[in-house]
């Protein structure tokens, strides 16, 4: 079983929203029972809050199952339980890189990476356009999804 966990700044907007849409990507691909996947913040702002309204709502338009939850902060135990560490930009990597004393297992990666770009996936706290982030959190995990299969 592979475990992903996706990390943004507040865990309310990018992560949750690339679980949901990753959980469904793996059900459609019939292979929910390969892959265990969750969502994490590299700050202590949102504890405790739920998604953000527009990640919400834009999930539910574009017809993506997801459940009420707590945004929650990486872990150390996280780096031992999940196989991939999966940053929405640089700012997380660097933080999580930090956190988990410079990735001794090579397991944190920004997520447009496996589409072929370096760049971060649009953040809707400072634009309110869930569109694009949507775009973004699509290219990128199709392109991861297809790498874990071809890895298989």
């Not at 992903?4 to 059900?27: D, Q, T, W, Y």
């Not at 930090?98 to 400072?126: C, H, M, Q």
């Amino acid at each position: 079983m592979k475990k992903i966990l996706f990390v943004c700044h507040g865990n309310i907007c990018r992560s949750p929203m690339a679980e949901f849409m990753m959980k469904k990507l793996v059900a459609d691909a019939g292979l929910s029972e390969d892959f265990y996947i969750e969502s994490a913040a590299v700050s202590r702002e949102e504890i405790g809050n739920d998604m953000h309204y527009g990640a919400r709502e834009m999930l539910t338009r574009k017809g993506i199952p997801f459940s009420s939850r707590e945004a929650r902060q990486i872990t150390k135990d996280d780096y031992k339980n999940f196989d991939l560490l999966i940053g929405m930009d640089i700012s997380n990597l660097y933080r999580m890189q930090k956190f988990w004393e410079n990735d001794p297992d090579s397991k944190v990666k920004l997520l447009l990476t496996y589409a072929g770009k370096d760049r971060d996936i649009a953040d809707p706290w400072y634009t309110h356009n869930f569109d694009d982030t949507w775009r973004d959190l699509e290219e990128g995990l199709s392109a991861l999804l297809k790498a874990l299969i071809k890895e298989q």
